[in-house]
């Protein structure tokens, strides 16, 4: 999501009486490559580009297939295969062994509905939804570049009653399964071949405690575009020039942490506040929330004085699905010392959490490393909704 927002912001600075635009997707992946379906970059007409669909290695000459786009107004789908070390289609032997589509789409900002346009309702959204993109087509009325959103209270729009129709149940399995899908349909005039992805919210960090070890959390999260709030119920912590990365920093007494603190199946819960009692009373308050992580800073002899005092002073019996969401100590173990060591320790930690990994070295999956369907082993963005459930509002 943060990709979106970057794209977003630099396609609101472009000066479209000189400049003209298109927008590059990820949206087949079969073997290996360095971004996943749904990886999106903007590309202006001087050769400037915001966000990546490699590591590097394509940029250029998507760019160069940019230009013919814009200049045709009309949407296309390259492939690259980068399998062959010898091959020399781009002019170097990538070796990445992938085989990967791009849809390329021009940008008309005298039209309402273009693709960035789309990318910021995802934003203003703020809740898990899907979209359909049509990157191949036999079909006359049903073009490359068209598509169909859907969200959770199975509101479907898109470039055609046909094309809704035709994808409305499968967009809401996507979001019922979490699961985004490459599909063919055949039409009376025709196959066509659609990239199904889903659409989730950024990670929402929540962090108890203003604390100046929270500091490094905060701008961490930051730049990997997490939404960053933190919460204490002493005024004086909470001073600005201390969370200058903070989209949010609210006063909560620790009594009212459930009724005046919002959390939803996006949020991920720390609590590093270094006070027992209030660490007590948060958790008391929180357990029992759709947050699927609670990382609690400190040793493991005080989180077990913390499930102790659930258990006795608030008659609290945390269940095995709790204790799972809890992290207690919290953090991957990375040999963390320092305040901005123990930041990278619980940042990685969550972004594994929320992407269902173990946070293990890489070298010793036996696996590959992006998630793949067995059949075509084609490649799709991993995600981990583990609390979330369709047609549900968060609180």
């Known amino acids: 999501m943060k990709e979106f927002k970057t794209i977003i912001e630099a396609y609101k600075q472009v000066d479209f009486t000189k400049r003209k635009a298109a927008l590059a997707t990820v949206v087949q992946v079969k073997g290996s490559s360095y971004r996943s ?22 940029e250029g000459d998507a760019l160069r297939k940019a230009r013919q786009v814009i200049m045709n107004k009309t949407p296309r789908t390259v492939t690259y295969d980068t399998s062959n070390d010898d091959d020399n289609q781009l002019g170097i032997g990538l070796g990445c062994n992938g085989i990967i589509d791009i849809l390329i789409e021009p940008i008309a900002p005298e039209h309402a509905n273009h693709p960035i346009t789309l990318l910021e309702s995802y934003i203003t959204y703020g809740n898990i939804g899907a979209s359909a993109s049509v990157f191949e087509s036999e079909a006359a009325n049903i073009p490359v570049g ?3 959103g859907y969200n959770d209270l199975e509101k479907t729009t898109g470039s055609s009653e046909q ?105 991920a819960i720390v609590l590093m506040s270094h006070n027992l009692k209030y660490d007590e009373e948060v958790l008391s308050q929180i357990i029992g929330s759709k947050a699927p992580y609670i990382g609690i800073l400190g040793p493991k002899k005080r989180a077990t004085k913390l499930f102790d005092a659930l258990k006795e002073k608030y008659h609290i019996e945390p269940t095995a699905e709790q204790m799972e969401r809890i992290h207690a100590p919290i953090g991957l173990d990375i040999g963390a010392e320092t305040p901005d060591e123990i930041a990278v320790s619980i940042i ?16 010793y999956r036996t696996g590959p490393i992006h998630h793949r369907d067995g059949k075509e082993d084609q490649v799709f963005r991993q995600v981990y909704l583990k609390n979330f459930f369709p047609n549900q509002k968060a609180n």
């Open 37 to 58: 379906p749904g990886a999106r970059m903007l590309m202006l007409d001087n050769g400037r580009w915001v966000g990546s669909i490699s590591g590097g290695c394509l």
């Open 348 to 363: 990685s930690e969550i972004q594994a959490k929320f992407s269902n990994r173990s946070g293990g070295f890489i070298k």
């Open 146 to 148: 068209s598509k169909v």
């Open 163 to 267: 094309l809704i129709e035709l994808l409305h149940e499968d967009l809401a399995e996507v979001v019922t399964n979490q699961k985004p899908e490459i599909k063919e349909y055949f039409t009376t005039q025709g196959r066509i071949k659609v990239f199904l992805e889903l659409i989730q919210p950024n990670i929402d960090l929540l962090i108890f405690g203003g604390g100046f070890d929270a500091k490094p959390v905060t701008e961490l999260a930051h730049i990997l575009g997490w939404n960053v709030r933190v919460t204490d119920e002493c005024v004086a912590h909470l001073v600005p020039i201390n969370f200058p990365k903070a989209d949010q920093m609210q006063s909560c007494k620790r009594e009212f942490v459930q009724k005046e603190i919002k959390i939803t199946p996006f949020t």
